[in-house]
């Protein structure tokens, strides 16, 4: 949520800022505004509500002059409309000589707008940022030095926030602090940037620094200083960013969400990467936080990740208890600290996201340590919050994910499951608690290595799937089924519809049809059903095509997601989109492509945006 990006150097800063900003479109937002400090130390600001285009046009017909200092922000609207007053950036002080952009909620904003207001300030808006602006300024005309003033109001706020500021009396600097938001510097040459993300300013370097929790920056063009909030200079390490700006454009593709499902068989394989040896051995060097005694220790898993992110945890969970044989149960992040969840340090938490900044997973794993227990997470970004606190960190190499609803993070994310189910095991068996063969485990991790050729087999033949989106544009609903494996995949469906198309979607458990659902089937009632495999000996199969039959029946127009074949099914679904033949437990992989195919053919059919779907963010940074 929110795009922040700040920059001091030699370069065209508007230029910086733009492009930053378009780089950050992906996060979500509904405005977007600059201010740069033009080298006569005259602080200029452009905002307008809706998107980045708007505020191009509007400094298109108001020039901002040549800037060498400058903050950019992309707002998604919490406190007050989204509109040209309640754009970022905010000006503070009565002659508006400081400038701020925030990322986050600041939770005692009322208390400390009602000081304000009882000392005359006015306002101009109805958020929750313009205060800090407000604060920030009033303390600088008191100390008269911007650091100082900077660091005694952001210790008085509370909730979330990144918070950048920069002033027309200190024109050469660029401050910045964070608070659950994320923040991170680039490292230039005479120049340095600030950002939500590495893709604020990826085309200008790739060397990074992540800023830590409750931690501030002055940034200047040959300098970066990180302070804690009381002070302190900290050192905090430097990392390389594993991706260039290329990887963040459509490349010719008509949408980033069709050039990230593209890009599948890539993120799986990288995934894959150096972790899965020839011999189908796994390898997870990562995990040195994780000790074999740890291992042995665990009697519990329990996987916390919200909308996509625990749906692969759901998957995730069928491999480990079959592989490990550990318990696991998954929780969305949202919902688990705040029911007093029983947690020991016997207890692994596996946390997913794919920005490492979704707040509310992040508070999940805070509570989760400080009951003792060990944290691991499943993450996309280098550096990201989430990867920093946790114990040991699987890194799914997907690259960028701009498009706000998730492709190939998710199949990543899956990847990453397997192999930490695969893992467990063989560390179950080192601690002297194997169960299942080493020869077992090879195979299977053998098997999981033709995944990516399979995922390219699968992008080859969605035709069909592309086709029934486009001629299902006006359908009112779609319900999906699956069993086992499959069952995650149908609600993933179900969540993809909803996203990108504002139809009724609702994916369920196929064995719960008669005990309640079955009642939503009608003529003409689109279903889609995840078919397990044929082959499987403890397979559903004959169950799931019992299914069929009975929504059959009652008229409903079914679609059957099913491996290579498998003959039966075409005799009772309308149309089969067939996807290659693999371990059953592996499947959601290759299952879940046709229905992200599906799902971006249906919505561009309406004429809808299918990168950034009204009222979503890319990464929940607020609780």
Known sequence: MCGIVGYVGPKSTLEVLLGGLRRLEYRGYDSAGVSVIAPGGHLETRKKAGKLDNLIAEIQANPLEQAHIGIGHTRWATHGAPTDGNAHPHLGGPESKLSLIHNGIIENFAELKAELLAEGTRFASQTDSEVAAHLIAREFAKVGD??????????????????????????????????????????????NFLGSDVAAFVEHTKRAIS???????????????????????????????????????????????????????????????????????????????LSIADIGAIDRIVMVACGTASYACDVAK???????????????????????????????????????????????????????????????????????????????????????????ALTAQITAGMLLALWLANGRAAAGRATIPAAELQRLGLELLKVPAKVSEVLDGLDLARKLGKDMANAKSVLFLGR????????????????????????????????????????????????????????????????????????????????????????????????????????????????????????????????????????????
């Open 146 to 191: 911007l650091p100082t003033a900077f660091a005694k109001v952001v210790n008085r706020l509370h909730g979330a926030f990144t918070i950048l500021v920069i002033h027309e009396e200190q024109p050469d600097v660029v401050l910045a602090a964070r608070r659950n938001a994320p923040l991170v510097i680039g490292l230039g040459d005479g120049e």
């Open 211 to 289: 800023v830590g929790q409750d931690e501030i920056v002055i940034l200047r063009a040959d300098s970066v200083e990180v302070r804690t909030f009381n002070g302190e200079v900290v050192h905090p390490d430097e990392f390389t960013v594993d991706w260039d700006a290329s990887a963040a454009s459509k490349g010719g593709w008509s949408s980033f969400m069709a050039k990230e499902i593209a890009d599948q068989p890539q993120a799986v394989a990288d995934t894959l990467m150096g972790r899965l040896e020839s011999d189908g051995s796994v390898k997870l060097d990562e995990m040195d936080g």
């Open 318 to 408: 069928y491999a480990i208890e079959k592989f490990a044989r550990i318990p696991v149960q998954v929780e969305l992040s949202h919902e688990f600290r705040y029911r007093d969840p029983i947690v020991t340090p016997n207890t692994l938490i596996v946390a997913v996201s794919q920005s490492g900044e979704t707040m509310d997973t992040l508070m999940a794993t805070r509570f989760a340590k400080e009951q003792g227990a060990k944290v691991l997470s499943i993450c996309n970004t280098q550096g990201a919050t989430l990867a920093r606190e946790s114990d040991a960190v699987i890194y799914t190499h997907a690259g960028p994910e701009v498009a706000v609803a998730s492709t190939k």
């Open 484 to 623: 086992n494996v499959g069952f995650p995949i149908a609600m993933e469906g179900a969540l993809k519809l909803k996203e990108l198309a504002y139809i009724h979607a609702e994916g369920f458990a196929a064995g719960e049809l008669k005990h309640g659902p079955i009642a939503l089937i009608e003529e003409g009632q689109p279903v889609i059903v995840i078919v397990p495999s044929l082959r499987d000996e403890e397979s559903l199969h004959p169950k799931v095509i019992s299914n069929i039959q009975e929504i059959k029946a009652r008229g409903a127009r079914v679609i059957a997601v099913a491996e290579e074949g498998d003959h039966q099914v075409a005799d009772y679904a309308e149309h089969v989109i067939f996807v290659p033949q693999t371990e059953n437990i592996f499947s959601p992989i290759l299952t879940v492509i046709p229905l992200q195919a599906f799902a971006l053919e249906l919505s561009t059919a309406k004429g809808l945006d299918v990168d950034q779907p009204r009222n979503l963010a890319k990464s929940v940074t607020v609780e």
